[in-house]
């Protein structure tokens, strides 16, 4: 609408004046609306934006958490493969002897070359060398002129001292038959024929002797030497034993020593503490060709770090699976504290008779995964008070049950208290999706099980001694890839169980083995725990300190 000149309005009457400022009133009414609507519209699209905005930013921070998420798992999986973890730091130092091994070699060489040119001006004095062991067998060669007059004057030689050197030398392990001879008798009244009985053998009619026998087992479960590579180290020496024969030996020698390994299991069970762990085995399928996951399961018994003087023993058990039936089955008749990892399948078998002993090595080794590839405060300070109380352990390790009751009490009762009360604090601070709030609530949901070692003397604060008895299992598995059968698997359960009582002894396997392997035919099995690593110890430590 347009409006009229200033002279124009001097000429309307006061009614036109009137409609007039009613048109402009409409006008300037509907403008305004207009405007209210804009601005409506706008705050509407302001508030769509601000939401929009919002849900972007929750978004945002939720992927940020998720790729750092995926980053810290990454970074842990590249440091479980390419990390410093033992088995890389042995590696290493491994890599770094042998190239010392080729530096020395080569100067060696070197120096050898220069000596064989010039041997008087570049000798080089060496070091005093420590005497060679007195109990070594020695041969005495001597070497004496060629005739017995001087080369110059020709008169007689007369020997007024001598030069005495010695030299170290290996003769390979070697064969020897064993032959049995049993002279006949015949009687000069009634024609009797009269012969001593026939000495028996750990194998009835087989070639191999206990100590052969012995040396087989230890070579592949001790020694990680597979048979078929045994076979081919003794065809070497001149001696023919093919793989088949070797296995026979060795499931014959099983069955022979599977009364022992059922003296070694009531043992272990007949005890109040419990170390349990447990580990895949790969085993070759029948018919197919492929494997399939077995399990070994390990069950340690050792009372010395709480001061007792009971017997250590390990008992494997072997199983086609890791179904929670097994461990149910294994401890049916056992009574105490197990001290295992949070394995579900040994949640059903805490109540009345067997209560959770927990492990902290497995609590803090989540916050030491993160805490290599990424560092905090948070992963410092929980590293820090984990080790106060392994500080704690270290202290009291073998002395009375007693003792080590009123210590914990004391000194890691407070320490744990005070660790609960700071992660609790630190896990309000953090991102419930985070690594580090994991291994926070990991501790914290089995905070019963990990302290109750602070109301026994007798338990440990962790597993390792069940994870120790694991490591030759890890180190066979590397070098024969698979178990050939469900038999193999409870073969090498047999003679883990006895090579790892054994050790846990202080005994040489090799030895224990061909002891027991020589008696064991002939042995009543009533008296079977005669032949027990710890009741055969004195026996074995007489005849190693002789040997000595």
Same mark, same amino acid.
């Given at each position: 609408m347009d409006r009229a000149p200033q002279s124009d309005l001097n000429l309307l009457d006061h009614d036109a004046l009137v409609a007039l400022v009613y048109a402009h009133q409409e006008e300037l009414a509907s403008l305004a609306a207009d405007r209210d609507e804009q601005i409506r519209r706008l705050e509407a699209e302001v508030d769509s934006h601000r939401q929009t905005l919002s849900q972007q930013a929750d978004e945002l921070s939720s992927r940020s958490e998720r790729i750092e998420h995926m980053k810290l798992m990454i970074e842990k999986l590249r440091h479980m493969i390419f990390g410093t973890k033992s088995e890389k730091i042995i590696l290493r130092l491994e890599q770094l002897e042998f190239q010392l091994e080729e530096q020395e070699t080569t100067q060696a060489e070197a120096e050898a070359a220069?000596?064989?040119?010039?041997?008087?001006?570049? @000798?080089?004095?060496?070091?005093?060398?420590?005497?060679?062991?007195?109990?070594?067998?020695?041969?005495?060669?001597?070497?004496?002129?060629?005739?017995?007059?001087?080369?110059?004057?020709?008169?007689?030689?007369?020997?007024?001292?001598?030069?005495?050197?010695?030299?170290?030398?290996?003769?390979?392990? @070697?064969?020897?038959?064993?032959?049995?001879?049993?002279?006949?008798?015949?009687?000069?009244?009634?024609?009797?024929?009269?012969?001593?009985?026939?000495?028996?053998?750990?194998?009835?009619?087989?070639?191999?002797?206990?100590?052969?026998?012995?040396?087989?087992?230890?070579?592949?479960?001790?020694?990680?030497?597979?048979?078929?590579?045994?076979?081919?180290?003794?065809?070497?020496?001149?001696?023919?034993?093919?793989?088949?024969?070797?296995?026979?030996?060795?499931?014959?020698?099983?069955?022979?020593?599977?009364?022992?390994?059922?003296?070694?299991?009531?043992?272990?069970?007949?005890?109040?503490?419990?170390?349990a762990d447990d580990t895949p085995i790969p085993v070759l399928s029948p018919g197919n060709g492929k494997t399939k996951t077995g399990r070994l399961w390990t069950y340690v018994r050792d009372d010395r770090p709480g001061g007792e003087d009971t017997s250590p023993a390990v008992w494997f058990a072997y199983s086609e699976d890791r179904g929670g039936e097994h461990p149910r089955q294994h401890l049916e008749n056992f009574r105490g504290a197990l001290q295992a990892d949070a394995y579900a399948g040994f949640h059903h078998l805490y109540g009345n008779d067997i209560y959770e002993a927990a492990c902290w090595a497995h609590a803090r080794r989540k916050f030491y995964e993160i805490h290599v590839v990424h560092a905090s405060p948070t992963t410092t300070e929980a590293l820090a008070?984990?080790?106060?109380?392994?500080?704690?352990?270290?202290?009291?390790?073998?002395?009375?049950?007693?003792?080590?009751?009123?210590?914990?009490?004391?000194?890691?009762?407070?320490?744990?208290?005070?660790?609960?009360?700071?992660?609790?604090?630190?896990?309000?601070?953090?991102?419930?999706?985070?690594?580090?709030?994991?291994?926070?609530?990991?501790?914290?949901?089995?905070?019963?099980?990990?302290?109750?070692?602070t109301e026994d003397g007798l338990l440990e604060i962790d597993n390792s001694a069940a994870e120790r008895a694991l490591r030759a299992v890890a180190l066979g598995r590397k070098n024969f890839l698979f178990a050939g059968s469900d038999c193999g698997g409870r073969r090498a359960a047999t003679m883990y169980s006895l090579i790892g009582s054994a050790k846990l002894n202080g005994l040489d396997p090799e030895l224990y083995l061909r002891t027991v392997l020589a008696r064991i035919a002939d042995h009543p099995i009533s008296k079977i725990e005669d032949l027990l690593p710890w009741n055969l110890a004195p026996l074995l430590h007489t005849h190693t300190s002789e040997a000595a």
């Open positions: 220069v000596e064989r040119v010039s041997p008087a001006k570049n @000798s080089k004095v060496r070091a005093g060398r420590k005497p060679l062991p007195a109990h070594l067998q020695r041969e005495e060669i001597t070497h004496v002129p060629e005739g017995d007059c001087c080369a110059d004057c020709g008169s007689q030689l007369r020997k007024f001292g001598e030069d005495i050197s010695e030299q170290l030398e290996y003769i390979p392990d @070697s064969f020897r038959v064993i032959r049995h001879v049993r002279p006949k008798f015949s009687c000069t009244g009634c024609d009797r024929v009269v012969e001593a009985p026939a000495s028996s053998r750990p194998i009835e009619r087989g070639l191999a002797g206990p100590s052969l026998l012995a040396h087989v087992i230890i070579s592949k479960y001790c020694d990680h030497l597979p048979l078929y590579r045994q076979s081919e180290i003794y065809a070497r020496q001149g001696v023919e034993i093919s793989r088949s024969t070797l296995a026979g030996w060795v499931g014959a020698a099983s069955d022979l020593l599977d009364p022992l390994v059922s003296a070694i299991q009531k043992h272990v069970l007949s005890g109040r503490k419990l170390h008070r984990i080790g106060a109380l392994y500080a704690i352990e270290e202290e009291i390790r073998g002395k009375p049950v007693d003792l080590r009751l009123t210590v914990r009490q004391s000194r890691a009762r407070p320490l744990l208290d005070g660790l609960r009360d700071w992660m609790e604090k630190a896990r309000k601070s953090m991102s419930a999706k985070s690594e580090t709030a994991g291994a926070i609530r990991y501790a914290l949901s089995r905070w019963r099980a990990l302290t109750r070692y």
